[in-house]
Each structure stands twice: as structure tokens, then as C-alpha cells.
């Protein structure tokens, strides 16, 4: 798994061992960014809950972001986001949040101008939660959701005040933004 574009493209990111997270793919990754490019996203400031690797939010910030909290739970996880981010060089400009998405968002300053979703395909509570933090107002007005999920299980229409905008569907994994 490697950094695919921006100021860090072709840096390689570390992987827990084990397989227990699912780190998005290069081929998804760029998928993601063409999709945001195309929408004329605002990258300004970022944030990325269910981080795993931190992948989708670093891939970001190579990209020109200026800010991305990554929210985690896994101990081990955000351990290997902060490695992520200082072997890209990276770090300056991010903050990782250990902890359930739903408890750090009373944490977070926001608002932000572009959310990256990629919770565990089975996680039940992902779309609450993701109700919850679209509705909070930590989104800005001219915000994006984008959510990573399978192909196998539905996924709401609207998340708050957001609808969907454009779902892309790679093998098993989709990727849906709301606005």
C-alpha cells in the first residue's frame, strides 16, 4: 500500500499485522480523489473516522489538504497512523483521536469540509453514528461525505441533511458521497 498522489505519492504506509483492519486499496484511493476532483471538493480540512491505516486522510493531505484529524479506536491502529504520518512527512498538519467515533466528535473543532468514511463493513452502527456526526454541524455547508462500504448491505439515501450524490461500485467496494 503506497500514497498514489501529491507530495507523498509513492511512499510506502505500514499495515497492522493480522489483517484486522481492511486498508482501502490504491485502486479505490484514486477512485475517491477522481470522484472529489470531478465534484471540485474542497480538501481545506479533513476528517477521516474509522482511519485503520489512515490511507484515505494521508492520501488527502499529500494531495494539498491543510488539516485531517483521524478518528480510531484500535490502540494499535493509531500507532500506525502516526508512523503513516511521519514517514510521509506528514504529521505537521494532522492529529489522530483515539477513540469511538461517535464519543471524539464532541471533541472535534470542525467544521470540515470533507469527511472520509470507511467503518468495518460489518459495524451495525456505522450509519448512526454517521447520521449523528452529518447533523452535528461539524460538516460545513458546502461539505463531503464520502462513505466506503460493500456492495452487499444498503446504504441510507441520506445521512442528516446529506443525500446521496454518486455511488461507484469496484468489485465488492462502494464508494458513495453525500453532500
Not at 488539516?67 to 514517514?87: G, K, M, P, T
Request: charged share 25%; with cysteine; hydrophobic share 40%.
Amino acid at each position: 500500500m503506497r500514497v498514489i498522489g501529491g507530495v507523498a505519492r509513492g511512499r510506502r504506509l505500514k499495515s497492522p499485522r493480522g489483517g484486522a483492519t481492511r486498508p482501502t486499496s490504491d485502486l479505490i484511493r484514486g477512485a475517491v480523489f477522481d470522484m472529489l476532483e470531478a465534484l471540485g471538493a474542497d480538501l481545506s480540512r479533513v476528517l477521516d473516522v474509522y482511519a485503520g491505516t489512515g490511507a484515505l486522510g494521508i492520501e488527502a493531505l499529500s494531495r494539498g489538504a491543510g488539516w485531517c484529524d483521524f478518528v480510531e479506536r484500535d490502540f494499535r491502529s493509531c500507532r500506525i497512523v502516526e508512523e503513516n504520518l511521519a514517514l510521509t512527512g506528514l504529521g505537521g498538519r494532522a492529529k489522530v483521536h483515539r477513540g469511538p467515533v461517535d464519543k471524539v466528535l464532541g471533541r472535534l473543532a470542525g467544521p470540515y469540509t470533507l469527511v472520509l468514511a470507511d467503518p468495518p463493513y460489518a459495524d451495525e452502527a456505522a450509519p448512526r453514528v454517521l447520521e449523528a456526526l452529518a447533523s452535528s454541524g461539524k460538516l460545513a455547508p458546502q461539505g463531503v461525505l464520502v462513505l466506503e462500504h460493500t456492495r452487499r448491505r444498503a446504504v441510507p439515501e441520506r445521512l442528516g441533511p446529506l443525500a446521496v450524490q454518486q455511488t461507484r461500485r469496484h468489485g465488492d467496494t462502494c464508494v458513495s458521497i453525500y453532500r
